[in-house]
């Protein structure tokens, strides 16, 4: 436990703040990715690699909606760990490996997309399941190694009666956190800013397929992507850049605590906006919603219901009018035709 002077700031409006940004974080998140792992495990007909690369971002939100309670009880104690230390190592790993690992599947879903649309016929595009299975394996591999200093050190700190429980320590940098922190932002960011300019920019070049329904398609997704991340990871990195830049005159500053704090709560939206993301990925996701629409909205009938429709309908009723048409226009046509013999 760090008993050095840790910066509690009393009166703040973080603990007001906070709770509910988090419950709205996770009530959302939790409904739209749950949905998503409902749609990934039990209506997806064939699995592709950019399937794969999906259902592991939705995996990695899902688990990060798992650590908000935690946090949300935190804040709603005016930033008082109620747990011991072991718990509050294991939540801000999980928070941690599942904000990157939220961003590293986002940025495959951009390059996956980009081989798609740039280079149509490179092989990448020809991988399989098990190839794509491989390079998701690889990658949580790589997550959570460059994650799991978070458990190797306690994390929790006294002042007076409070313990607090965070990864950044505001009285200095956090050296490897923040590296790992700016690192995980910035590379990420120019490679899917470089997705979205090549596929923009070679879909004007030909402009006869950019008029192309699935072209169209594939721009308003890497948008969505693009759109995505920097909302969700910008506001928390410049906040952290600006207090690194003036950590002299910052350290225990209010407005920079708050400013951190309601900034980080953003990155935690991400798993609530990333089913935008599924949503245009695929024509799959938008049946899947509109499916799950129509069913709860259909009105449940308690009984049989007094009104028969005509598929209702007893069958010899149906007979009976069919062959008394028939008949009727059986015997207009002998009619005609005796007439004309007779003439």
């Not at 028969?308 to 309908?313: A, C, I, N, Q, T």
Request: hydrophobic residues 45%.
């Amino acid at each position: 436990m760090h008993n050095g002077s840790c910066c509690l700031i009393e009166g703040n409006p973080i603990s007001q703040v906070m709770p509910p940004l988090l419950i709205l974080a996770f009530v959302l998140g939790a409904l739209g990715n749950g949905i998503a792992l409902c749609g990934f495990c039990f209506h997806m007909k064939t699995w592709k690699p950019s399937t794969i690369y999906l259902f592991n971002l939705a995996v990695a939100d899902f688990l990060l909606m798992i650590c908000l309670p935690f946090r949300t009880d935190y804040y709603r104690r005016h930033r008082h760990w109620a747990f011991e230390d072991i718990p509050c190592r294991v939540v801000l790993f999980m928070l941690a490996m599942n904000r990157a690992g939220s961003i590293v599947f986002l940025t495959v879903v951009a390059v996956d997309r980009y081989f798609k649309v740039v280079h149509p016929h490179h092989v990448v595009n020809t991988i399989s399941n098990r190839t794509a299975a491989g390079i998701v394996c690889a990658l949580w591999t790589v997550v959570i190694l460059g994650t799991l200093y978070l458990l190797m050190e306690s994390h929790l700190c006294m002042h007076e009666t409070v313990i607090s429980c965070e990864s950044f320590i505001m009285e200095s940098a956090n050296g490897w956190h923040d590296i790992m922190f700016q690192l995980e932002f910035f590379l990420p960011l120019g490679i899917i800013l470089f997705c979205s300019f090549k596929i923009v920019w070679s879909l004007k070049q030909r402009r006869q397929l950019a008029r192309q329904t699935r072209m169209k398609k594939a721009t308003r997704f890497i948008m969505v992507v693009a759109v995505v991340f920097i909302t969700c990871y910008l506001p928390s990195v410049s906040a952290r850049l600006y207090f690194l830049w003036t950590v002299s005159s910052s350290a225990c500053d209010p407005a920079i605590h708050v400013a951190l704090h309601v900034t980080l709560s953003f990155t935690y939206m991400n798993s609530m906006l990333d089913p935008l993301v599924y949503y245009f990925s695929s024509p799959s996701f938008p049946k899947f919603y509109t499916n799950l629409k129509i069913c709860s909205l259909r009105p449940k009938r308690p009984g049989r219901s007094k009104t028969r429709k005509l598929e209702e309908m007893p069958v010899s009723n149906l007979c009976r009018k069919s062959c008394i048409s028939v008949a009727t226009s059986f015997q207009s046509q002998s009619e005609v035709q005796w007439d004309h013999q007779m003439c």
